[in-house]
Structure formats: structure tokens, C-alpha cells
């Protein structure tokens, strides 16, 4: 079996607790997708390479980080690989990855974005359950970027949020001529 590459830009699902005495904040810490993993037993057949790309709330992710992912994907051995993201502006990096990509030509690379909506460190967090379907997802897929959250996988550029935060299919709008 090939080897996935697990990337780390950071987000709800790598947040901690604040480390320091008079912190107020959850601070990003180590990937969480190390403790995922370790909870959900993969097969042994699926061998993972965890790296931090960077540790950044969603909404502090630049395009310069941005570009980071695009080098870090286009030159990685791996051709499948999963990105934990957080969930603000989880669709504008692939968007942003997507176009990059297929300006530079790349077609052999699949690339799935997950997050979550609370911690992995809180009990009741949907990260395994993310992270799961991310892994089956970047497996069964073909070349591109997609997403993987509430239990849907579905192209970059076929995936919204609804009201509720909720990672939705986009739907699609129909002109009528009279």
C-alpha cells in the first residue's frame, strides 16, 4: 500500500488548552491526527506520514500559507494526501490548492481537507469520525481536491456550508428563460 501524507495547517482540531499560567485561549498544539490514529486502529496495510505545516486558526491562514500547502503537495513522493484544516476557510484553501495545482499541471495528486467542529481533545468531537472518512476518502478517490466533513466527501468545488456551519453539497442554481 502507498503511503498517505497527513499535513497539519492547524485549526479547531489541533486545538489545546492554553499552556501558559494566565491563558485564556485554546492555544494550536501538536497534530491531532497522531492521537486519531492511535484510536482508530487503520489497517495495517495503511501507512501514514504525519508533518505540521503550520499551526494556525483558519482565519490567521494566509495565502502565503497557502502557497506553502501548493510546494508541499506538488514536490511531496506521496500522491495521496490528507489535510487537516480549520473549518472557516477550510474551502478557500482548496480552492486555492485546486487552482494551483492544475496551473502547475499537477494531475496525480489527491488531496482530501477535513477539520472539526470542536477539539479532537473534547470528548464529544467529530475529529475521529473526520479523520476516518478522510482516510477511506483520499483511498477510494480519484486525482483532486476534496472534502471530507459530516460525513460527505465531495469535490472542492462541489461543497458548501450551510446556515449551521454545516458542510453541505452546493447546490446548484438553474436560470429560467422565458
Known sequence: MEEILILQMGGTIDKDYPRTKAG????????????????LRPSRSIITKIECLCKKDSLDVTDEDRSALLEKVTAATQSR????????????????????????GVTSKTVVFTGSFSPEKFRDSDADFNVGVALG??????????????????AWDRVDRDDTGQFVPRRRSFAVTV
Request: charged share 15%.
Open 81 to 104: 494526501l490528507v489535510v487537516t484544516h480549520g473549518t472557516d476557510t477550510l474551502i478557500e484553501t482548496a480552492t486555492f490548492l485546486a487552482n494551483g495545482l492544475k496551473e502547475r
Open 137 to 154: 476518502g483520499v483511498q477510494a478517490s480519484s486525482p483532486g481536491v476534496w472534502v471530507a466533513m459530516n460525513g460527505i466527501l465531495l
Open 24 to 39: 485564556y485561549s485554546f492555544e494550536v498544539g501538536e497534530p491531532a491526527a497522531r492521537r486519531i490514529l492511535a484510536r
